[in-house]
């Protein structure tokens, strides 16, 4: 049976079409997928993203720690609740998984990383932790809610009474009593992802639906993502590729030169050497949907959609693909046998609401 969340009932309440996603139930929809999307480009939606794992980090060897394990550098961080993107990565640059860092202070770290990955990214953590002296530990006791769309800031602000959060840039996190607040997100819009209690979870989450904010689900988080360029673990990114082949070179910071993080040599040898494969978007015309795993043509070379979907505020079939390395203007997409054009561009799709593309 898969796991629950501290919404699970609400959710049911909510005529939630619930499905089994990374090993727990949650709502693929409450009913219209496409209205859940325009909430949050237009409004303001939530989502419950309570299977993400809280990890923190705490100890007098936390920033050499993590210095370490990931590919980008957390001795960016200068101030408390800074926030940081980044990969971690394997012996040969393959990406276990991509994660948020925030700095609280020079002993803790938070770290939130993908449900799917958990068992595997805990492993990895505390095996590379052993030289260290840091303590690692899961918040099980924590839920999480994305609160997204370009009202969403104004109504967590009256919702908590939490005026000093108009301050709060974005990539940086605050508490609130009770609550850890940081100004990120995975759709593209501004607003808040909110760690709380379990025990308040529910409580949050109606008093954010009576305040106007639309119940969201795995379906409009996805749509909204991919039109917002961003790279989904397992599909657009794994132990297989590294950032440079998944457009997130970035976030690998080469510089100090002496930082030995994992990954680096590979890393350092593709980048010598050069990558066979990039990841770029595309947009077909209207009509078929190019799903993951639909080959590509680019020139010579063949590659393949790893994300796809009709983007409802591009009003256009999108994807994102990882072809062959070199410019290329358009490309062929293998849909049911025939070959569609599709016009390579650089991601994002939309963002802020605005088709960029």
Same mark, same amino acid.
């Given at each position: ?20 996603? %990374? ?9 219209? $997928? ?25 100890? !007098? ?86 609160? $997204?769309?370009?009202?969403?800031? $104004? ?59 639309? !119940? ?54 593709? $980048? ?6 990039q990841l770029v978007g595309l947009v077909l015309d209207r009509g078929a949907i190019p799903r993951t795993g639909a ?56 963002? %802020? ?5």
């Amino acid at each position: 049976m898969p796991n629950r969340t501290a919404l699970y009932d609400a959710h049911v309440a909510a005529s939630g079409k619930m499905v089994d996603f %990374a090993g727990w139930s949650l709502p693929i929809n409450y009913g219209s $997928q496409l209205d859940e999307h325009h909430a949050v480009r237009n409004s303001a939606g939530m989502f419950d993203v309570s299977h993400m794992t809280v990890v923190d980090i705490r100890g !007098p060897e936390a920033g050499p720690f993590l210095r370490r394990l990931l590919a980008n550098d957390v001795a960016r961080l200068k101030d408390s609740g800074q926030a940081l993107y980044g990969c971690m990565l394997n012996d040969e640059g393959g990406v276990i998984d991509d994660l948020i860092t925030y700095f609280l202070d020079e002993t803790f770290y938070r770290t939130v990383v993908n449900a799917a990955t958990r068992e595997a990214d805990l492993d990895w953590i505390r095996r590379q932790a052993g030289d260290f002296d840091v303590e690692i530990e899961e918040r099980e006791d924590l839920a999480m809610i994305a609160v $997204q769309g370009p009202k969403a800031r $104004q109504i967590v602000i009256d919702l908590l009474k939490a005026p000093a959060l108009e301050e709060l840039k974005p990539f940086r996190s605050s508490s609130h009593g009770d609550y850890f607040i940081a100004r990120t997100g995975y759709t593209g819009e501004d607003g808040f992802e909110v760690l709380l209690p379990t025990s308040l979870a529910e409580s949050f989450w109606k008093g954010l639906a009576d305040a106007g904010v639309v !119940p969201c689900g795995l379906g409009a988080r996805d749509s909204l993502r991919l039109e917002a360029g961003l790279n989904l673990y397992g599909q657009d990114m794994d132990t297989s590729t590294s950032p440079l082949e998944s457009n997130l070179g970035w976030t690998v910071a080469f510089d100090p030169e002496d930082r030995d993080f994992i990954g680096r040599r590979a890393l350092e040898q593709q $980048q010598s050497e050069g990558v066979n494969h990039q990841l770029v978007g595309l947009v077909l015309d209207r009509g078929a949907i190019p799903r993951t795993g639909a080959k590509v043509h680019a020139g010579d070379g063949q590659g393949q959609v790893t994300s796809g979907s009709f983007g409802p505020t591009i009003e256009r079939p999108i994807a994102l693909a990882r072809i062959p390395t070199g410019s290329f203007e358009t490309v062929e997409v293998e849909l049911r046998g025939k070959r569609l054009p599709g016009r390579v561009v650089k991601p994002p799709f939309v963002r %802020a609401g605005k088709v960029r593309v």
